[in-house]
T-cell receptor
Framework: GNSVTQMEGPVTLSEEAFLTINCTYTATGYPSLFWYVQYPGEGLQLLLKATKADDKGSNKGFEATYRKETTSFHLEKGSVQVSDSAVYFCALTTDSWGKLQFGAGTQVVVTP | GAVVSQHPSRVICKSGTSVKIECRSLDFQATTMFWYRQFPKKSLMLMATSNEGSKATYEQGVEKDKFLINHASLTLSTLTVTSAHPEDSSFYIC????????????????FGPGTRLTVL
């Protein structure tokens, strides 16, 4: 079956620091990969996605590259802001309906 | 585009009562909607997949008689928590699926803002 493993949080860092959240996966077939962000008290928002190997998804300064050889999709941002404090979820789908398999989520806390 | 709403955003009810949560895709038609449950500081747990005009497909361990799902139209799915108990208190999130289009298209999910259910 499919599974997603991401690093446990919370991750606490100072404003303007570099952020990396590791995500690895196992999947049958050719998954599409996603990062979602959840701000406190809200639902999930799609942050970025990649649908095939070597694709790079990017949005709001965040980037992630679909690495088939290492089955990874690590999220990075060069300079975080306090407003980036949230929970980040890595996810994949191999389903024609788009059913998602989520990682456990990583809480990120950015301090001024 | 691709906005999904949920109503209510927050509900408090007494034990033994039933609660209905609505999920609407506001500007697109969604043949498939999903219902998730999220516990504090935990990931999302898929409860069921709902296809318009057919019975929902429930994940293993989810009681279909407890969590009734109806997908009567291409823009509306409802989740009814029947005879709610305190252990049903949770954050319920729906999503609606739409074909992304273009090269390498896939069914992309758009999430509602969630409904906080508290059962006293």
């Amino acid at each position: 079956g499919n599974s997603v493993t991401q690093m446990e949080g919370p991750v606490t860092l100072s404003e303007e620091a570099f952020l990396t959240i590791n995500c690895t996966y196992t999947a049958t077939g050719y998954p599409s990969l996603f990062w979602y962000v959840q701000y406190p008290g809200e639902g999930l928002q799609l942050l970025l996605k990649a649908t095939k190997a070597d694709d790079k998804g990017s949005n709001k300064g965040f980037e992630a590259t679909y690495r088939k050889e290492t089955t990874s999709f690590h999220l990075e941002k060069g300079s975080v802001q306090v407003s980036d404090s949230a929970v980040y979820f890595c996810a994949l789908t191999t389903d024609s309906w788009g059913k998602l398999q989520f990682g456990a989520g990583t809480q990120v806390v950015v301090t001024p | 585009g691709a906005v999904v709403s949920q109503h209510p955003s927050r509900v408090i009810c007494k034990s033994g009562t039933s609660v209905k949560i609505e999920c609407r895709s506001l500007d697109f038609q969604a043949t498939t909607m999903f219902w998730y449950r999220q516990f504090p500081k935990k990931s999302l747990m898929l409860m069921a997949t709902s296809n318009e005009g057919s019975k929902a497909t429930y994940e293993q361990g989810v009681e279909k008689d407890k969590f009734l799902i109806n997908h009567a139209s291409l823009t509306l799915s409802t989740l009814t928590v029947t005879s709610a108990h305190p252990e049903d208190s949770s954050f319920y999130i729906c999503s609606a699926s739409r074909l992304s289009g273009g090269v390498g298209s896939y069914n992309e999910q758009f999430f509602g803002p969630g409904t906080r259910l508290t059962v006293l």
